[in-house]
């Protein structure tokens, strides 16, 4: 299993261009929002586009994730916000599903007016109704993204989302991405390879590595807990290059799309990849 280096890139113009963009980026895995991430509503791809769409990653041997809306907000308690919110989480599952793309990553969510423990529940009771509602759309993972703790949110622990998944009912289909600047963000250091080692054994211990279904390589504008979610280009933030290459050669992670969602388009984003595939053992 080799390492799968890749970034975020658009759909600007329409799904063809992503492989474009991906091979301008030298890109193993991609990471798209399949509509505008700033609008709740948004139109299916035509029978056409999808199947050009999934002949071109296919051809280019692409592993694909999207990316959920960041209007949704599952741990609300407002009963208008959750029906968007779950009605949006059910909707991009479908379109998910209908495009091939494996892995739907989403932030858990945030609610002012709760304790976290309640919150974390609240979460949990969104995402067992979305189950539900998608029993037909098992070939869709639905992937909690580790939070820097801005605010209200949850996520900023293993902890929080090993609850989450252990309440959810039918939470087979649950996996998790881990966000570099996210975490640095939240106090968790990984600038020594024994205290990202001691990271990523406290995550197997608390959520499983088998859970793991994706990595979001940032690095930090802002430094190390200031719960402040501001990414940098590699090399260029508070997380410094050491820490990068530490993940590039662990061998845990082989096989699992590691994303790069640093300021840029695909110039700014192939310096990146060129970067952390430097840092690679060969």
């Known amino acids: 299993m080799e390492i799968l280096l890749g970034a975020h ?28 991430q700033l609008r709740w509503s948004g139109e299916d791809p035509d029978f056409i586009e999808a199947s050009c769409f999934k002949k071109c990653v296919i051809d280019n041997n692409l592993i694909v994730a999207a990316h959920l809306s960041y209007l949704a907000n599952i741990g609300s308690t407002d009963e208008t916000i959750v029906k968007k919110s779950t009605d ?19 932030h858990p969510g945030s609610n002012k007016y709760l304790t ?6 609240q979460i949990a009771l969104s995402l067992s109704y979305i189950i539900k509602q998608t029993a037909g759309y098992k070939d869709v993972f639905l992937v909690l993204e580790t939070t820097a703790g801005q605010g209200n949110q949850i996520g900023y622990k293993p902890e929080h989302l090993a609850k989450i998944i252990e309440l959810t ?10 966000d570099t600047c996210h975490i640095f963000a939240a106090g968790y250091d990984i600038r020594t390879f024994n205290k990202y080692n001691g990271f990523m054994e406290n995550f197997n211990d608390t959520v499983g590595l088998g859970r793991l279904k994706a ?6 504008l802002r430094p190390l807990g200031s719960k402040v979610d501001r990414h940098a280009s590699i090399d260029k933030g508070y997380i410094g290059r050491d820490a990068f290459g530490f993940i590039v050669n662990d061998i845990r992670l082989k096989g699992i799309p590691l994303i790069v969602e640093t300021p840029g ?6 310096a990146d990849l060129d970067i952390l595939n430097n840092l690679t053992r060969k």
Request: net charge neutral; with cysteine; aromatic share 6%.
């Open 116 to 121: 976290e423990a309640e919150t974390i529940r």
């Open 265 to 270: 388009g695909d110039k700014e984003h192939k």
């Open 215 to 220: 990595m979001h390589i940032n690095d930090s």
């Open 9 to 36: 890139v658009s759909t600007a113009g329409g799904l063809e261009n992503v492989c474009g963009h991906a091979r301008n980026t030298g890109s193993k895995a991609v990471q798209i929002f399949t509509k505008n």
């Open 88 to 106: 949006e989480f059910i909707n991009e599952i479908k379109r998910c599903s209908l495009l091939g793309i494996k892995y739907l990553i989403f």
């Open 169 to 178: 009912e039918s939470g087979e289909r649950l996996g998790v991405c881990i």
